[in-house]
């Protein structure tokens, strides 16, 4: 494989214009330059960008999934980029290297797809939930997984020539484990590497008003579009009961079932389930998809 040429997206609501630019300051240091920079303002104005960098401004908010698409659909436009990294608004690369690192991975092996970074506060320490495995709250055990994390990421654009993009509908959660599993199932690899490290916020999910009622629909979603047929209600009772030990908040549980109506009762098409080898793969990789 060649020089891979890499290309950095980001969005933003127009909240954290100290921590944006933080982040493409620190994304300029980079000892690989991106080829490409754009930061898509989700339903709001952008501040003034640096040289170089890419503003698109939409008129509403797409969420998650929409603003990546249209900042994935502009570095397409510009044809000179191998390597998508997406990176929140509040995140700041703290390594000169973490560009030529990822460069070194995918010039390594021409089926990588994804790469998920690790993410960690201003103190180093790492949330459990951004540890993408199960049964290890180990930070810095690297390796194949079958997920990755939505704040620091970097993908082949290859591998979404062939899966396609996030997906829309979604908006806001789970929109990684769409994309993640399609990849998988595509033959791809996700390789988690502590080393390619994101400052972020220590934050709780819950932040967003939205959690729980798009997490329930966005869950339903996702079995109904991947999941093979027999395994659809065993991934969506095992997590009822988790959610159901987990969550303290009446307010949060009624959004949640409310969520999961919705998810039911709506379609989110396309339905492409995964093969059984994509399943016993990452059963293999310590993630069956029924948890």
């Known amino acids: 494989m060649g020089q891979q040429r890499l290309g950095v997206a980001v969005l933003t609501m127009g909240n954290r214009p100290a921590e944006l630019t933080r982040l493409l300051d620190s994304v300029a240091a980079q000892d690989t330059p991106a080829t490409r920079v754009v930061v898509v303002g989700n339903g709001t104005p952008l501040p003034a960008l640096p040289d170089g960098v890419t503003g698109v401004e939409l ?54 797809g994804i790469v998920s970074f690790r993410i960690a506060d201003e103190r180093g320490r790492t949330q459990r939930r951004h540890v993408p495995r199960l049964r290890s709250a180990d930070p810095m055990r690297g390796g194949p997984v079958t997920t990755f994390l939505g704040g620091g990421h ?25 994309l993640a599993w399609r990849a998988l199932d595509a033959g791809w690899k996700i390789l988690y590497d502590p080393e390619v490290v994101l400052q972020h916020p220590w934050t709780e999910p819950t932040r967003h008003a939205v959690f729980h009622r798009m997490v329930a629909r966005n ?73």
């Open 59 to 112: 008129p509403e908010n797409l969420g998650v999934s929409g603003g990546r698409n249209v900042a994935l659909d502009r570095l397409r436009e510009f044809g000179d980029v191998d390597l998508v990294v997406d990176l929140d608004d509040d995140g700041l690369l703290i390594a000169p290297d973490v560009f030529t690192r990822l460069v070194a991975r995918y010039e390594a092996d021409d089926r990588l």
């Open 219 to 291: 869950r339903v979603w996702l079995a109904k579009r991947h999941l093979p047929a027999p395994l659809v209600p065993v991934y969506l009772g095992v997590w009822t009961v988790l959610t159901l030990a987990r969550t303290r908040s009446v307010a949060g549980l009624r959004a949640w079932c409310g969520g999961f109506a919705e998810g039911l009762r709506t379609p989110c098409p396309p339905r492409r389930p995964m093969r059984w080898a994509t399943v016993r793969r990452m059963t293999r990789l310590g993630r069956p998809p029924v948890i």
């Open 154 to 178: 970097a993908l082949s654009a290859r591998m979404l020539d062939e899966t396609g993009g996030w997906p829309d509908a979604f908006f806001y959660a789970h929109e990684e484990t769409d």
